[in-house]
């Protein structure tokens, strides 16, 4: 026992739950670290003199508490411009509370722009791992390059994450995107939603989250993988949320299990709580109630503008009883919101006003009109929980482009499980090329996967705006420029078992002024 460890307690039975966790966690959680850094450290929301630095204290990750004295425990903090820490510009101590599980974030000021900063923590008689940030390029400066990752879609159960081992080892990265599904909250969902029958290949700890500390839990199990603590002590993350921090395809106050909304309201809270003090983020993104501030906004000098959405808090429910289904008449009234009329307004006032070269959307749910209707179907089928299911929503967007002729968009997506390629155009499936959009897949969510599922065969046939499908497990590196958006698909072999090979499996460019994709 450490000087801050404390007696586990009776509620880890119940934490462990019904299911059997592979021998090797097990032990790992039984054993109380003598450290309590054991969730890592991360860095994330970027400006030109600073960023936030996030650590969460857990000598015992998985019991309540996560083993933490419920009381605030000092926590020193130290940034330096090199690796070693020999030349050390900023340092303090903040509090680890316990109202915030523990968690510290640290926003720094008056830094350098536009370099990498290294930084650690220290409490407890411990020290933390050592994390790089970046600060962003001076606001307006004349900037050549921006490389970013996108990144999300986790689910723990179906597979390893040998995806954020590559991602830390990518070089020379700004910062990754993460466009939400960082945890899971279903257990045990194997076939069909993993391919071939397999069963998943480790377990989440507990049962489905619902209190504050079922998510703090599952953060925990999360955050302890090696692999994804190396892609956050990396690079600096811009994170958003999707449906899986809280619930599957919740929108604004409804669940899909017809909860009343003011019970499903407490949920939402725990839930928005426990991604607060799980995330880099700043105070502008506290919880209040159910409410986190997610959409948000990063300039990267006069080449890149970043418009970071949130299309699960504002918008309506679902149309036509969600998922996969044919066009029904209240998906097409012309009222449906997939944003609000805030969080809209906002994104159509900043593209008017952006000066920069290209526009990024970091948007969760596939934008592009999808005819999913399989070989033979006689009507068309659309995915209700994307933009599909709010087309009113997404011809504002499509009409504000063409208008203000806002040309240089291109709207980057996750929430699929596969790799796409498309193109937004006026008509939907025809007509003038308004925008482009890459959908990127999943760190693991859906198993090993296959290069060109059967499916999709028909898919590509019947949506000429769609260029490129893959369905296998990885993420994307978009290398932005002067004079081309390039946008490569890096997947990987297998993800069930350790060892698994990156390929960039499709590159396309973009070009200034022109939307549409070019095969690189
Ligand atoms: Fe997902």
Known sequence: MTPFSVPRRAVLGGLVGAVAAPAILRAQSLATSSTPFTLGVASGDPSPDGFVIWTRLAPDPLSLHSGMPMRVQPVAWEVAEDEGFSHVVARGEAPARPELGHSVHVELTGLQPGRPYWYRFTALGAQSATGRGRTMPPAGAKLDRVRFIAAGCQ???????????????????????????????????????????????????????????????????????????????????????????????????????????????????????????????????????????????????????????????????????????????????????????????????????????????????????????????????????????????????????????????????????????????????SGQVLATEFVATSISSGGDGEDLRPDNVAILADNPHCRFINSQRGYMVHEVSRDAWRADFRVLDQIRKPGGQLATRKSFTVEPGAPGLHLA
């Not at 390893?160 to 070089?171: S, W």
């Not at 955050?223 to 604004?252: F, G, K, M, Y």
């Not at 959307?361 to 709010?390: C, F, H, K, T």
């Open 155 to 429: 689910n723990y159960e179906d597979g390893l994450y040998t995806a954020y081992r590559k991602i830390a080892e990518e070089p020379d990265i700004d910062f990754l995107w993460h466009y939400g599904d960082y945890i899971y909250e279903g257990t045990g969902m194997g076939p069909p939603h993993l391919s071939h029958g397999a069963l998943p290949v480790r377990r989440h700890w507990a049962d489905e989250p619902y209190s504050l500390d079922d998510y703090r839990a599952r953060y925990a199990q999360y955050r302890l993988d090696p692999d994804l603590q190396a892609a956050h002590a990396a690079h600096p993350w811009w994170v958003t949320w999707d449906d899986h921090e809280i619930d599957n395809n919740w929108a604004s106050r409804y669940d899909q299990d017809g909860t009343p909304p003011d019970v499903f309201d407490l949920r939402r809270q725990a839930a928005a709580q426990a991604y607060y003090e799980n995330m880099p983020l700043r105070m502008r993104s506290f919880p209040h109630g159910t409410a986190i501030q997610v959409f948000r906004e990063a300039a990267y000098g006069d080449l890149l503008d970043a418009w970071f959405l949130d299309t699960r808090q504002f918008r309506d429910d679902q149309p036509c009883g969600d998922n996969f289904k044919p066009v029904c008449a209240d998906a097409l009234r012309p009222d449906r919101t997939i944003m609000g009329a805030a969080e809209e307004a906002w994104l159509f006032d900043g593209l008017s006003k952006g000066r920069a070269r290209w526009n990024f959307i970091g948007n969760q749910v596939m934008m592009m009109p999808l005819d999913r209707r399989r070989a033979g179907g006689a009507e068309p089928i659309w995915n209700m929980d994307s933009w599909a299911g709010y087309p009113a929503a997404r011809r504002r967007l499509l009409d504000h482009l063409r208008d203000g002729r806002i040309r240089n968009v291109v709207v980057v997506t996750g929430d699929e499980h596969q790799n796409y390629a498309g193109e937004l155009r006026d008509g939907g499936d």
